[in-house]
């Protein structure tokens, strides 16, 4: 008899012990610091052979759980660097594209997707990069109990999940309430930068945050910016542009 390929690395385990015991914890700010909506979804998805195995092997060096429990010191951890957060960096592989192309910035990548976590320290070990860190959790805890004020040089937010459906649109990610938050975190001139697909998402993140009094548009007419040089194309965008949706980027910065 031919059995079936294995679906993934993760062995039987008896009910109730970690999938990655020196990985990232299942939940890691446990109920302590719930939120009530949250903006992303819960996923099941598999882990990959390669990808467990990057999660055994490195989260240990380049990873850290959102536990809310302490200040990160980025200096330390960036080794002086300036540091961008990006969120949400889903399959990493933008994410350890930018960290390739420029050396000379941190870049502190929080997602809550484990095979996600995986690829991207795969990708990072595979490139050498020593200028990514893996965050495992909910970035409003990261930002809201584990970064100090003007901590960053920079904020990336690449294809948010759009939320299309009316009730849904409280768990869009950029809202106001978001936006004083994240503002806290950026030294002053540090640019915010969203980009969607989702049309009337874009409107609305151009909406908040040209009436946001933290932040003013990098583009002197306001507006949409063209879409830098330096974020490549990602995987949920191309997915967007495969059915027939118009890319918006959004560059603001901290006033
Ligand atoms: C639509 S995907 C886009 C992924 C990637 N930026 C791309 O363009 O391919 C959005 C990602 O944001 C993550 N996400 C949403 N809200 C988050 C939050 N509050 N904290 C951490 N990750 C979040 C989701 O898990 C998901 O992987």
């Not at 039987?12 to 009530?36: C, I, N, V």
């Not at 882990?47 to 200096?75: N, S």
């Not at 399959?91 to 990548?109: F, N, R, W």
Request: charged letters at 25%; aromatic letters at 8%; hydrophobic letters at 40%.
């Amino acid at each position: 008899m031919v059995s079936e390929p294995r679906e993934t690395a993760v062995p039987h385990r008896p009910k109730g012990e970690p999938r990655f015991p020196e990985g990232p914890a299942p939940d890691p700010a446990g109920s302590h610091f719930e939120r009530r909506i949250r903006s992303f979804q819960p996923r099941r998805s598999r882990v990959t052979p390669g990808q467990g195995d990057a999660l055994r092997r490195l989260w240990g060096t380049w990873g850290l759980d959102i536990d809310g429990q302490r200040v990160l010191d980025l200096g330390a951890m960036f080794g002086g660097l300036p540091v961008v957060l990006e969120i949400g960096f889903g399959m990493g592989e933008a994410t350890a594209q930018m960290a390739a192309d420029d050396p000379s910035t941190g870049i502190l990548a929080v997602d809550v997707h484990t095979p996600g976590q995986g690829n991207l320290l795969s990708l990072a070990e595979k490139a050498g990069l020593s200028n990514v860190r893996v965050a495992n959790g909910d970035a409003i805890i990261l930002l809201r109990e584990m970064l100090a004020p003007d901590a960053l040089d920079g904020v990336r937010v690449y294809f948010p999940d759009p939320w299309p459906k009316k009730r849904h649109h409280k768990r869009r990610l950029i809202q106001p309430e978001f936006l004083g938050l994240v503002a806290t975190r950026m030294r002053p001139g540090a640019v915010l930068h969203c980009a969607t697909d989702w049309e009337p998402y874009a409107e609305q993140m151009l909406e908040v945050l040209t009436a946001h009094p933290a932040f003013e548009n990098t583009v002197p007419d306001g507006g949409y910016a063209p879409r830098p040089g330096f974020r490549p194309l990602t995987r949920f965008e191309g997915q967007g542009l495969d059915n027939g949706h118009v890319v918006h980027d959004l560059l603001f910065r901290r006033v």
